[in-house]
Structure formats: structure tokens, C-alpha cells
């Protein structure tokens, strides 16, 4: 139990640290790519650096604890006298309070993904210049892994090939997988006041 509880304190104390970085140091150059790259990789420290224990032995080598993911549940005596100690009720609401936020989240994340995929299936679809443009009203201008997302489509008009153009750069590197792990980082961290702060800046 308090394994996991450390384990979120760490990596919140990581995401302050890393994001004041990024605010005082980053948030104002325009080298874009650096920035949201360092945002991804700050992200990444803070979900995997509470996971790492440190030991000095004579090879220095840092490990995985094998521990982060078990912990044990308070114990306590039902008696006639006592009840439930305030302690043990305090734990378990964390814990029905951490996994609700979580599994919400992380719903969320999962209906999105499928309905994504549902709409694609089911709309309408153009070739551009070797990239699949998907049409539906529901869609605003963005990208879905290779897919060029749009609510209309009209060949050759010049405002929509720059949105196009726009969103091919997305497409080609990847950046639906960015903010998957974002979102997943979100469902994690759903409690941290700067969460969505990173996902903004990203």
C-alpha cells in the first residue's frame, strides 16, 4: 500500500520539478520538436524513474524494484469494541478514490480510441498524394495514426491543402502514439494539478 502510494508521490514530485524546467527554461524558444520532446520525456521520467532503486554494490547498477507493484492492505481487527480503525477507512478511501479517478480516465481514453476507429470505418475516404483523408462531420481537422481526419473535403482548395499539409507532418511522426501515452500517463497521474498542463503544452 505505501509502495504504490510513494511511487505516485515520487513521480508527482518529478512531474513539478520537470515542468518548471520546462517553464523556465523552454516554454518561450520556438525549437518545437526539442520541446515536446523534452515534455514526452519528462512524462516518461516520472513514470518510470519511482520505479528504479538505487543500490551502491560493486557493480552500481541500478535495478527494478520488484515490489513497486504489490503492496499490502492494512490490517485491522473487527472487534465489538473498536471497529474499523480511522486509519484503515482513511487508506481504503484513498484507494477506492485513486482506482475510481483511474479507471475513469482510463475508460475514457479506451471509448475514445474505439470510437476513432468505429467512425473511421464507417466514413468516407480519399486518396492525396499517397496519405487516406477520412470524411465525417464529427471529425475536426487532425490525425489518427496514418489517417488525415477532416469534416469536409474539397480537392484542390488551396486552404484545406495547407490544413492537410499540416496535419501529413503529424501523421508521419507518429504523434497519435504521443498522445496515447499522454492520455496514459493522465489516467495514472489523473490526481496531479499539472497534468494537464503538460498535455496542453504538448
Known amino acids: 500500500m505505501t509502495t504504490l502510494f510513494n511511487y505516485l508521490l515520487e513521480g508527482s514530485i518529478i512531474l513539478l520539478l520537470l515542468y518548471a524546467f520546462y517553464i523556465v527554461f523552454l516554454s518561450k524558444l520556438t525549437f518545437f520538436?526539442?520541446?515536446?520532446?523534452?515534455?514526452?520525456?519528462?512524462?516518461?521520467?516520472?513514470?518510470?524513474?519511482?520505479?528504479?532503486?538505487?543500490?551502491?554494490?560493486?557493480?552500481?547498477?541500478?535495478?527494478?524494484?520488484?515490489?513497486?507493484?504489490?503492496?499490502?492492505?492494512?490490517?485491522?481487527?473487527?472487534?465489538?469494541?473498536?471497529g474499523i480503525s480511522a486509519k484503515s477507512l482513511l487508506l481504503y478511501a484513498a484507494i477506492f478514490l485513486y482506482g475510481a479517478g483511474f479507471l475513469w480516465t482510463a475508460a475514457r481514453l479506451a471509448t475514445g480510441i474505439n470510437k476513432t476507429f468505429s467512425l473511421i470505418r464507417s466514413s468516407e475516404k480519399f486518396s492525396h498524394t499517397g496519405l487516406t483523408i477520412v470524411v465525417n462531420p464529427k471529425?475536426?481537422?487532425?490525425?489518427?495514426?496514418?489517417?488525415?481526419?477532416?469534416?469536409?473535403?474539397?480537392?484542390?482548395?488551396?486552404?484545406?491543402?495547407?490544413?492537410?499539409?499540416?496535419?501529413?507532418?503529424h501523421a508521419s511522426k507518429l504523434h497519435t502514439l504521443d498522445l496515447i501515452f499522454v492520455q496514459v500517463s493522465k489516467a495514472i497521474f489523473w490526481f496531479h494539478p499539472l497534468i494537464k498542463a503538460f498535455e496542453s503544452s504538448i
Not at 41 to 52: C, D, F, M, Q
Not at 151 to 165: D, F, R
Open 139 to 169: 471529425f475536426p481537422p487532425s490525425s489518427f495514426f496514418s489517417y488525415i481526419l477532416l469534416p469536409a473535403y474539397q480537392a484542390g482548395n488551396k486552404a484545406q491543402e495547407l490544413i492537410i499539409l499540416h496535419e501529413s507532418e
Open 33 to 82: 520538436g526539442w520541446n515536446r520532446a523534452s515534455l514526452l520525456g519528462s512524462l516518461g521520467s516520472a513514470l518510470v524513474i519511482p520505479l528504479l532503486s538505487f543500490e551502491l554494490n560493486q557493480s552500481s547498477v541500478s535495478r527494478l524494484n520488484p515490489e513497486v507493484f504489490s503492496y499490502d492492505l492494512p490490517e485491522f481487527a473487527l472487534t465489538p469494541e473498536e
